[in-house]
């Protein structure tokens, strides 16, 4: 979990737009409407949320949702002390009391039983009933409940109830325009325009290799990784292959068709 603590009075986070996803999402925060970011990974969902977060002056408080994760992680628990017990709220605890902007991560990962615990947060009521202590707390002024969802994660057969999915207004996300995703790649990975322009492309061509079997097609990150790399002296086919193509597969034909994407961009 990543707590941003209070509302950030530092430089605005980088974020490029795509559309509108600006817009759309400051009347969600206004009308206290729930935020499903949907689109591959890698693509800008977090960076979105925290540079939202600073815009709208929220704290932002992150919790990475894995298969483990329990009500009880993200509402609290008493906590055994050598004085007595004492309760300490969990990290959504938090987030409803603060009025802080509270992002899910891969909610798809959390099981059911655990998803629930979020539904009053997302109609009319705000409300977050905490059993174990009896409380019913509603959500401070602010409160937001933001959630990343990977529509990539149906072929693996998870998938969100739909009762879940109604509750959130969806803003879909997917690898920005290659323009912007140039400037992004050039200022995240300190690379000239030259070699930006170059992964950026090698990116969408190998993205292109999802029909033939690719389960992740490459991200904005791994581009920017291996521009970092090329930036900091390794040769070009190296970094490409560190950080795009051996990270996406493994297995010989498609390795094979990657570099050969990698050779055919980089001449
Ligand atoms: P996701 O949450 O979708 O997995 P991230 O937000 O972590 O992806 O994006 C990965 C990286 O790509 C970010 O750390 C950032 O460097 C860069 N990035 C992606 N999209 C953008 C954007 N629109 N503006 C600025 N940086 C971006």
């Known amino acids: 979990m990543t707590d941003h603590g209070a509302a950030d009075t530092s430089a605005a986070p980088f974020y490029l737009p795509s559309g509108n996803e600006v817009a759309v999402f400051e009347q969600c925060h206004a009308h206290k409407l729930a935020v499903m970011l949907k689109g591959p990974t890698g693509c800008g969902k977090t960076r ?3 540079y939202m977060a600073w815009r709208l002056k929220r704290p932002l408080i992150t919790i990475s949702c894995h298969d483990d994760l329990s009500a009880s992680d993200l509402v609290g628990r008493f906590l055994i002390r ?3 017990t004492a309760w ?4 959504l605890t938090r987030a409803v009391r603060e009025g802080a902007i509270c992002y899910l991560d891969e909610v798809v990962e959390a099981r059911q039983d655990t998803v629930v615990v979020l539904h009053p947060l997302t109609d009319y009521r705000r409300i977050l009933p905490v059993d174990k202590t009896g409380e019913t707390l509603e959500a401070a002024p602010g409160f937001q ?4 969802y990977n529509p990539g994660y149906q072929r693996m057969l998870k998938d969100l109830k739909p009762s879940t999915r109604q509750r959130f207004v969806a803003l879909d996300f997917n690898f920005p325009p290659l323009a912007t995703e140039v400037a992004i790649v050039e200022r995240e990975g300190s690379a000239d325009y030259a070699t930006a322009h170059a992964l ?3 990116g969408q061509r190998l993205r292109g290799l999802q029909d033939r079997g690719l389960a992740e097609v490459p991200s904005t990150r791994l581009l ?3 521009a970092c790399l090329i930036a900091s002296g390794i040769p070009v086919r190296d970094a490409c292959y560190a950080a795009i193509v051996s990270p996406l597969s493994d297995e010989a034909t498609l390795v ?12």
Do not use: R
Request: no cysteine; proline share 3%; glycine share 10%.
């Open 145 to 148: 409940l933001v959630v990343s």
């Open 256 to 267: 094979g068709a990657m570099h050969d994407l990698v050779d055919a961009t980089f001449v």
């Open 48 to 50: 979105f949320v925290e």
């Open 200 to 202: 950026v492309t090698l």
């Open 224 to 226: 920017i990784a291996a």
């Open 88 to 91: 300490q709220d969990g990290p």
């Open 82 to 84: 050598h004085d007595g």
